[in-house]
């Protein structure tokens, strides 16, 4: 359940900023398909990609993992 939040949170940042996901994950330095993975919940980031995710999209680790 854990990796859907964080999907939807990447996600919705991600569209915020106004980044395709293509975009993206080139600037994360992973594949389409594994940025498209951890959107839809089936993969968890592991830390070192949330640190990319949060500096990418200059939020914090809390903004990103807050439910609010």
């Known amino acids: 359940m854990e990796e859907l ?3 939807r949170r990447i996600r ?3 569209k915020l900023k106004g ?3 293509e975009e993206f994950a080139k600037m994360l330095g ?3 398909s594994v940025l498209g993975e951890v959107e839809r919940g089936t993969r968890e980031p592991g830390d070192d ?4 995710v949060t500096q ?6 809390d903004e ?5």
Do not use: D, E, P
């Open 30 to 32: 992973v594949s389409v």
């Open 12 to 14: 919705a940042f991600r």
């Open 56 to 61: 990418a999209l200059n939020v914090t680790y």
């Open 5 to 7: 939040i964080w999907g």
């Open 49 to 52: 990609l949330v640190k990319r």
């Open 64 to 68: 990103l993992t807050s439910i609010n």
């Open 19 to 21: 980044y395709t996901q």
